[in-house]
């Protein structure tokens, strides 16, 4: 079996999404408290993880690359942006603040942390 089938590349980015997943929802992981902190209070924490986490991607994207474990580089959907894209965008961002929450803050708290 091929490295770049669909299936299996839907499944292992799907198993590898669901553990990332996880992981920032327990780990009560918010890119918008990571810039709130290091503007406010200089705390580096959330954003040090934050740049481990892209230079970790970027390294393991280049290095998948190399023995043609990914069928293209860059991937097709590197493009510029569409204006319904942005639009969008924007739409989703104002909602979002309207709504009083982010993407993984609006999750109600785990009943098992601490």
Not at 50 to 68: C, K, N, R
Not at 84 to 89: E, F, L, R
Request: hydrophobic content about 50%; aromatic content about 12%.
């Amino acid at each position: 079996m091929m490295a770049s089938e669909p299936l299996l590349l839907a499944s292992g980015s799907g198993l590898l999404g669901f553990a990332f997943g996880v992981v920032l929802y327990r780990g009560d992981y918010c890119m918008v408290a990571m810039l709130r902190d290091f503007y406010l209070i200089r705390d580096t924490t959330l954003l040090r993880s934050f740049v481990l986490y892209f230079l970790a991607a970027s390294v393991l994207f280049h290095l998948g690359g190399l023995p043609g474990l990914l069928p293209f580089l860059p991937p097709p959907t590197f493009a510029p942006p569409s204006l319904a894209t942005m639009a969008g965008g924007l739409l989703f961002g104002v909602g979002i603040v309207l709504a009083g929450g982010w993407v993984v803050g609006t999750s109600p708290p785990c009943p098992l942390k601490t």
